[in-house]
Structure formats: C-alpha cells, structure tokens
C-alpha cells in the first residue's frame, strides 16, 4: 500500500501566517486522487481539497492545494482563528486508499 | 441536506463481534453513484479505511482488515452496516460511516461523514 508521510508533524503559528503543509508519498500518485481533510478535536475530518487541486463546496480560497508524483502541498494563504486543526492528506489512486499521518498546526 | 447518523454499542468484549449502522437521510443509498463506506482512528490516532459497499452490493475491503470486516447494506431501510469479529484492544477506536466518491475499486474521498461513535473493546 502508499505510504504518507506529513510533515512537519506540529507547526505552532500565529493567525495572519501563511503555511505550507507536506505530504510525501512512497509511490507515484496521480494528482487528481489526492484529498486534504481537516479535524478539530471530538469532530468529523472535512475535506477541503479533492483531486489534487479542486476547493470542497464551502472551502474559502485561502486553501489550495498542489503537486505532482510524491510530493504534494497544502497551502493555507492566511491563517484564520478557525484553522488551528489537524491537517490530513488522503490517496484514493492506488487501493486501499491510505491517510497521512496527520499534521497539527496549532497556536503560538 | 445529507446526514449520516452512527449507531451501535459503545464496549465490546474482546473476541466478540462488534456490529454498526449507519443511517442515512438526504440521499437514496439505491440510486445514488455513491460509494458508503466506514473508516476508524484510534484515540489520538490517525484514520484507517476499513471499506465501502455499493449500491449495487459491490463491497471493497482494506486488505489488512478483509478476514474480519463484513458490510452489508439495506437499501429499503437506505443503512448500511459494518460487523467486525475477532475484536481486540487494537479496534478500540472513534468510527465513522463516510459516502465517497472519485476513485475506483471503492476508493475515493469522502464529501459527508457521521459525527463518529466511539467504541471500545474493553472486558
């Protein structure tokens, strides 16, 4: 199976900050079979990114998300209050599709 | 709007069978080009696919769970159902019924997930 690997695992960061978020993974992905998720603590992940580059319905423009092969990005332009979250990466090309690890982007 | 609703016990005795329902509202699980699936993750962990089920009764199983995962769905009832035996402290975990879409083989990314029911496996 795919391997994700996220990083960094913490990113302590104040709102206003621009982020860039890493998703390497342990074979070719097809671009557009790649999801970002966000979760806050005791709720449901939602996704804001599928096929590689295309906004959820409702997801502000201040998430995008790119790449190519094994390396991927999720790029948040200006952290809002509400962002603070852990951050997943999803690949559904190759089954079983396979989750990142996770990474959390918390509060300085 | 869609929603999707767990329901289930809260502890399970190891090696016992653990049996969900995922109840859905807003969508017909029969003609919808939806896959409907169920994914886990353990406390403070992150998430695990477990698998998906078609309209059509197609079911796609993540390898590392096949020999002990079933998923049914009843489409008069428009639920569908996740039953894991042989449980152990390992399945102790939040888990979420998901409808999917996008990929093939019963992947794809989830657009609508439950709020997730906690289960534990505890004697």
């Known amino acids: 199976e795919i391997v994700l690997t996220q990083s960094p695992g913490t990113l302590s960061l104040s709102p206003g900050e621009r982020v860039t978020l890493s998703c390497r993974a342990s074979q070719s992905v097809r671009s557009s079979y790649l999801a970002w998720y966000q979760q806050k603590p005791g709720q449901a992940p939602r996704v804001l990114i599928y096929?590689?580059?295309s906004r959820a319905t409702g997801i502000p423009d201040r998430f995008s998300g790119s790449g190519s092969g094994t390396d991927f990005t999720l790029t948040i332009s200006r952290l809002e209050p509400e962002d603070f979250a852990v951050y997943y990466c999803?690949?559904?090309?190759?089954?079983?599709?396979?989750f990142g690890q996770g990474t959390k982007v918390e509060i300085k | 709007q869609l929603q999707l609703q767990e329901s289930g016990p809260g502890l399970v005795k190891p090696s016992e069978t653990l049996s969900l329902t995922c109840s859905v509202s807003g969508d017909s699980i029969s003609t919808s080009s939806y896959y409907w699936g169920w994914i886990r993750q353990p406390p403070g962990k992150g998430l695990e696919w477990i698998g998906t089920?078609?309209?059509?009764?197609?079911?796609y199983y993540n390898p590392s769970l096949k020999s002990r995962v079933t998923i049914s769905v009843d489409t008069s009832s428009n639920q569908f159902s996740l039953k894991v035996n042989s449980l152990s402290a390992a399945d102790t975990a939040v888990y979420y019924c998901?409808?999917?879409?996008?990929?093939?083989?019963?992947?794809?990314?989830?657009?609508?997930w439950g709020q997730g029911t906690l289960v534990t496996v505890s004697s």
């Open positions: 096929g590689g580059s």
């Open positions: 998901a409808r999917s879409t996008g990929g093939w083989h019963g992947d794809g990314w989830s657009d609508y």
């Open positions: 089920i078609y309209s059509n009764g197609d079911t």
């Open positions: 999803q690949q559904y090309f190759i089954s079983p599709q396979t």
